[in-house]
T-cell receptor, first 110, second 118 residues
């Protein structure tokens, strides 16, 4: 069964902390994505990567960075967490035809 | 830039009623894909359908059906004889090429919360 795995289901962090959200896929997909989901706004693209060490900004990259050192792993980094980054974060991978999503990480910044 | 609009924020129906969820999209791509996803309260996104922009045939899968009309840029989703288990947030999404040409981006609508009452 193909999978996208997000390391944490729930996370609580303090304002100013550096936060790492990890995502691993086992489908050998070139493309990986990080989305943020907020009520009434749907899913908005933060960053994506189309190859190892390659990345492009999505619609709302401010306050975030990403890392893709290996094909199967795509990390989202909050350099200094703020309360407005409290949200559900969803990772996805794609072969430009189909998309597979992880179960999401609900991050709360206090 | 591409855009997906789901004008219905919330819909509430009684079990066994039919319900249609609307989706309108904008894109400059000539080749694109349209998707519907279901997100139950547990939070995971469940894939329902993918439609290629060249294929305008309507599709039926059990109680679900989809109406794709390229002329009006719409891809509507109908649930026939709704059930309580259909209660979820439903997202319409559009996959088109990024301006850089590096990959296809999936752009989501804001979602429709469907509540089916017993």
């Amino acid at each position: 069964d193909v999978k996208v795995t997000q390391s944490s289901r729930y996370l609580v962090k303090r304002t100013g902390e550096k936060v790492f959200l990890e995502c691993v896929q086992d489908m050998d997909h070139e493309n990986m994505f990080w989305y943020r989901q907020d009520p009434g706004l749907g899913l908005r693209l933060i960053y994506f990567s189309y190859d190892v060490k390659m990345k492009e900004k999505g619609d709302i990259p401010e306050g975030y960075s990403v890392s893709r050192e290996k094909k199967e792993r795509f990390s989202l980094i909050l350099e200094s967490a703020s309360t407005n980054q409290t949200s559900m974060y969803l990772c996805a991978s794609s072969n430009n035809y189909g998309y597979t999503f992880g179960s999401g990480t609900r991050l709360t910044v206090v | 830039a591409q855009k997906v609009t789901q004008a219905q924020t919330e819909i509430s129906v009684v079990e066994k009623e039919d319900v249609t969820l609307d989706c309108v999209y904008e894109t400059r791509d000539t080749t694109y894909y349209l998707f519907w996803y279901k997100q139950p309260p547990s939070g995971e996104l469940v894939f329902l359908i993918r439609r290629n922009s060249f294929d305008e045939q309507n599709e039926i899968s059990g109680r679900y059906s989809w109406n794709f009309q390229k002329s009006t840029s719409s891809f509507n989703f109908t649930i026939t004889a709704s059930q309580v288990v259909d209660s979820a947030v439903y997202f319409c999404a559009l996959s088109g090429w990024l301006s850089s040409g590096s990959a296809r981006q999936l752009t989501f609508g804001s979602g429709t919360q469907l509540t089916v009452l017993p």
